[in-house]
């Protein structure tokens, strides 16, 4: 049934401009790379059209859309299996999906402090040219030291 009505859907392509490059290899090379765990964007790709291809056809065509669903949701299935099954070797891994499926409960908290303040900049002048000030009086004061102590 999927395959009828992925066929209709490449049989209303455009009727002007470049031919399409949809077919069902293309479709079904799409969602076998997903399954397997590739990106949206490498899938794409691979079958040399843009990322965004995929999002289009993916509105045009329902069935399409839901065979690129379930091949994500089997993709996060293996993978997490993976995890879960060095987790038992490896407490980390356990720890990742509980940091990712809980973030509230066990991720790492990082907090920014961040103080904004404006300024006309006068404070700031005014500053560096008693900076400057103390920095030509400092050498002032020297070279008088220095030629009192030549005397």
């Given at each position: 049934m999927a395959k009828k009505?992925?066929?209709k859907a490449?049989?209303?392509a455009r009727k002007s401009g470049?031919?399409?490059?949809?077919?069902?290899?293309?479709l079904d090379g799409i969602i076998e790379a997903i399954r397997?765990?590739?990106?949206?964007?490498?899938?794409?790709?691979?079958?040399r059209i843009h990322r965004t291809t995929i999002l289009?056809?993916?509105?045009e065509d329902p069935e399409f859309d839901k065979d690129i669903l379930e091949a994500v949701a089997y993709s996060e299935a293996i993978l997490l299996q993976?995890?879960?099954?060095?987790?038992?070797?490896?407490?980390?891994a356990a720890a990742w999906?509980?940091?990712?499926?809980?973030p509230a409960q066990y991720s790492q908290r990082r907090e920014i402090d961040v103080t904004v303040s404006r300024s006309d900049g006068k404070d700031e002048v005014v500053a560096m040219m008693e900076q400057t000030r103390e920095l030509y009086?400092?050498?002032?004061?020297q070279k008088i030291e220095s030629e009192d102590s030549t005397d």
């Open positions: 009505n992925q066929k490449m049989t209303r470049r031919r399409t490059k949809k077919n069902q290899a293309t397997v765990g590739i990106t949206f964007e490498r899938a794409a790709e691979l079958h289009t056809w993916r509105n993976r995890i879960a099954d060095k987790s038992t070797d490896d407490w980390k999906i509980l940091e990712r499926r809980h009086l400092g050498a002032e004061n």
